[in-house]
């Protein structure tokens, strides 16, 4: 069944249609869920949104999160940084975007686990539904999308990264990769999928089995980053990676963009609710809420 999709400046009837075929024409669309409380968030200040011209024809905007100490992702910053990206591509307000971060040595360390741990059924379901909407937003997106990453990009931070359609990161002693094995947490089917095509299968399964962090050179190697640079030079590297989705027809650029992940998105979209229930079944277990709990306790030791 074909789901729900709240349209914008479209009268077509999307019950009657394929969801990937959806996606891959120019309407403005929304998913209920994300309507529901985009804007709530809007004005979040976690995101800063700033905008410059590339090549002196291109505007790109840049979404730098700032949720010290480590930008992890509550309900607030997946939010605001959800609607932000809609806001973007709904009214052209961009040709490009770039997602970075003002934290230093962090991009993002991923989800905030007080968002997992000791909360209700109902609170597990809302935020989980805010990281579905995000994802997709980034992933299907129209409008092309550089992650510049400029420390620690683990669990959900990846997540974010490898759905943007480049990934340039800085030099550093840092690590990238999926640790929600060492959580006790599981990584959700679509992005298991998602992280697949980027490493293949073999290099994905020790990966996630083990919970590997690699060095920004190791993580290019492996096919997660695209390009490492001078951290000096990050932002400068992500506009020249932008550059090249620009020149070309973007109807074209996104209509091919949209085919290759459209098999994703559609069996991301008609099971959305079965990764829903299954992600609150599973967090909500005893033996997980005390994994969780005995992880976090180990992160605050840490700090002092």
């Known amino acids: 069944r074909a789901p729900n999709f709240d ?27 994300f309507t529901k409380h985009c804007f709530r968030y809007k004005h979040h200040g976690a995101i800063a949104v700033t905008t410059e011209i590339l090549g002196e024809k291109y505007k790109v905007a840049k979404l730098t999160m700032n949720h010290p100490p480590v930008n992890s992702f509550d309900i607030p910053l997946v939010a605001s940084l959800t609607n932000h990206l809609e806001d973007l591509q709904l009214f052209g307000k961009c040709d490009g975007i770039i997602i970075t971060s003002s934290v230093p040595r962090t991009f993002s360390a991923g989800l905030d686990l007080k968002e997992l741990h000791g909360v209700t059924a109902e609170h597990l379901r809302k935020f989980w539904r805010h990281v579905q909407d995000l994802w997709l937003c980034l992933y299907s997106s129209r409008v092309p999308t550089v992650a510049a990453i400029n420390g620690h990009c683990l669990a959900a931070g990846t997540i974010i990264a490898a759905a943007c359609d480049y990934r340039v990161a800085a030099e ?131 700090k002092h």
């Open 7 to 33: 349209w914008v400046g479209s009268r077509a009837d999307a019950s009657q249609m394929n969801p990937s075929v959806l996606l891959r024409r120019s309407f403005c669309w929304r998913l209920p869920s």
């Open 172 to 302: 550093g002693d840092y690590g990238v990769g999926v640790t929600a094995a060492k959580a006790g947490i599981v990584a959700p089917g679509w992005f298991l999928l998602m992280l697949t095509h980027l490493m293949g299968q073999r290099r994905t399964e020790l990966a996630l089995q083990q919970g590997l962090l690699f060095k920004p050179e190791e993580a290019q190697r492996a096919g997660l980053l695209d390009k490492v640079c001078k951290s000096e030079r990050l932002h400068e590297e992500a506009l020249a990676a932008l550059e090249p989705f620009l020149t070309v027809s973007q109807l074209s650029r996104a209509t091919m963009k949209l085919s290759l992940r459209g098999d994703l998105i559609d069996r991301f979209v008609r099971s959305r609710t079965e990764d829903e229930d299954k992600f609150v079944g599973f967090v909500m277990q005893d033996s997980v809420q005390k994994s969780l709990g005995d992880y976090i306790q180990k992160l605050r030791s840490r």
